[in-house]
């Protein structure tokens, strides 16, 4: 990969910068709508990124941050670790963004916002004089969703230096989750779940989950960046399903805005959708940027530091956003690719180091790993790995010695159950099929979040 930028690319990114530079400045002379700086916020750090990638590329390999990609027949070293560049970039972003969603507040609250044309609530106090009320509890969630975003930037970074076990950084992203948490407990603090229609007989029209609704909320912290770096090992996968979960969260949010229901003062809804868009829009532009390099064939890798970025982002903007439970909607096939994974990760199945597809120099094409038996499974787990052959949709595909004993069987990720659905392939259709997969199940995830929640529950969390 050439360390210097074209000079088409040079004047492509440079007008982009200008033109976003633009709009941040005009909405200084306007009401300073977050919105509009947002988008052009995303097109900078698009910028940046893309640049910073291209002139870091070298400096990356020489500190020995490099991989060879094993699914090519010229296995050539590339550079690593380059989510870290994307998360680095995201945070300046989202940092230097601070003011503009509270701007109208701070307007208000200083003497040099005197002429502006702008009604706002204010208090009076004691003395006479008139203050404005600043909104410090959303406030304190951005900064908590920043501390968390860096925490698990700062322990993504030592997994890819360090190369730390799975079973060890499994719970790396619980701990960068606890600003965010805390946050939630003294701000929110709500941990009352609806129950549906159908169970409001027995259980009642609430349940006060207490101490367990944050067990949950930890968990989807774990869960969503921990479930981007499983469902990985091709050219590009990582940043595509990344980049469509992101935009499937950005048409939820738009959803939600669309059928909040409009009155003088905005609805309970409406602050927590835009707090989500505004963490969404940065970070499709620098993933989009990283895709640049990383889709098939790939120039750089992206590194477990992406992982657990893009994840985290996910489960900042579930939990904080208040809609947990359609992110989760729109996780399917990570969720799926979990429990499948299951047996290997909890060891009931022997595990290899890495279970990404096996490249086949002869054909160029990609075919399911396997796993090796040096020894003929227990009975128990004979009988549930040819029930997993014999489903009537094959979920495994197993190899057995002249005995009847298996001696080898395909891994359990979804990567190898697509090749054994639907054959070999090149490595990009494989990516392709997957991300189609994720779209669809995401749309259709949306379809039952919007058009279906009320057959279950009795009214919508929109009012």
Known sequence: ???TLTRVESWTLLCLTAACFGVIAKTFHGDGEPLIASVAFSGIA???TFSLIRWLGET???ANLKGRDMSKLKKVEIPETMGALCAVVYLLAI???????FYKDIVAATSGGGNREYEI???????????HRFPHNKLASYLSAILSLQSVVLLGIGDDLFDIRWRHKLFIPAFAAIPMLVVYFVDYGVTNVVVPVQLERYLGNMVDLGWLYYAYMAAIAIFCPNSINILAGINGIEVSQSIVIGFLLLANDVLSLYAAPSSPNP???????????????PFIGVSAALWWYNWYPAKVFVGDTYCYFAGMVFAIVGILGHFSKTLLLLLIPQIANFIYSSPQLFRLVPCPRHRLPRFNA???FLEPSVTQWQEPPSPSVALFLGL?????????KVERNTKGDIVESTNFTILNLWLVWFGPMREDRLAIGLLLMQTCTGLLGLFVRHKLALLVFRQDNRG
């Open 95 to 101: 940092i230097i963004f601070i003011p503009f969603p």
């Open 267 to 281: 609805h309970p809804a409406t602050d927590p959708h835009l707090f989500s868009i505004y963490l969404l829009l």
């Open 362 to 364: 002869r054909t160029g």
């Open 60 to 62: 990356f390999m020489k």
């Open 46 to 48: 698009f910028a940046f």
């Open 1 to 3: 990969m050439n360390s």
């Open 121 to 131: 609530e204010r208090q009076q106090i004691e003395n006479g004089r008139i203050l």
């Open 388 to 396: 997993l052959e014999n489903f009537p949709i094959p979920l495994l």
